[in-house]
């Protein structure tokens, strides 16, 4: 018996058997930061399209690391009024923004995240929160209600205004 399983190996382990495509850009596996688990815990953000043993079979192949146990969970997120995207006033629509799948994993050997870096400029953090926020006030531009609202500095469109209002009054008279 002994010389059999030397022989053989444990013949009832599966994991690392099936070959696996690894996902394009658009399908991304992402771990999350959960500060509310053990260390031998993992949660992932997965594509929906992906089961238990797609993942496991990823991260034996890919990291080395072996899951003794996968739950996953798929939030359905909730019905929106009107698509994100959309510029202009239309009827209201209602939508159901893609759902997201949560892999959550048990591991043998624990994982504990590096301590967060106090110095950020190598990443260039200051460039990136600039570039986020401008690109927050373009999109706020493009929404129908931005349209009607006026810039925080157009105090002087308000005294134009009222003279154009006055100019016009004194020249019906």
């Known amino acids: ?5 030397r022989k053989f190996g444990n013949i009832f382990k599966v994991i690392g058997q099936k070959e696996i495509y690894l996902p394009p850009i658009k399908a991304v596996v992402t771990l999350l930061r959960t500060k509310h688990l053990p260390p031998t815990f993992a949660r992932f953000r997965v594509p929906l399209n992906w089961n238990k043993l797609d993942l496991k079979d990823y991260l034996y192949h890919a990291y080395g690391v072996e899951a003794l146990h996968v739950r ?3 939030r359905i997120s909730p019905i929106q009024p009107n ?7 239309s009827k209201r629509q209602w939508h159901r923004p893609i759902s997201t799948k949560y892999m959550t994993i048990r591991m043998e ?6 301590e967060e870096p106090k110095d950020y400029t190598p990443w260039d953090r200051k460039g990136y929160n600039a570039a986020n926020a401008m690109r927050d006030e373009e999109e706020e531009k493009l929404l129908p209600e931005g349209k009607s609202k006026l810039p925080p ?3 002087w469109l308000k005294a134009e205004a009222r003279k ?3 100019s016009r009054d004194s020249a019906a008279r």
Do not use: C, I
Request: glycine content about 0%; aromatic content about 8%.
């Open 1 to 5: 018996m002994a010389t059999a399983m």
């Open 72 to 74: 996953s969970v798929v």
């Open 83 to 89: 698509k994100p995207a959309e510029t202009r006033a």
């Open 109 to 114: 050997k624990p994982f504990v995240w590096p």
């Open 153 to 155: 500095d157009a105090s």
């Open 164 to 166: 154009l209002m006055q």
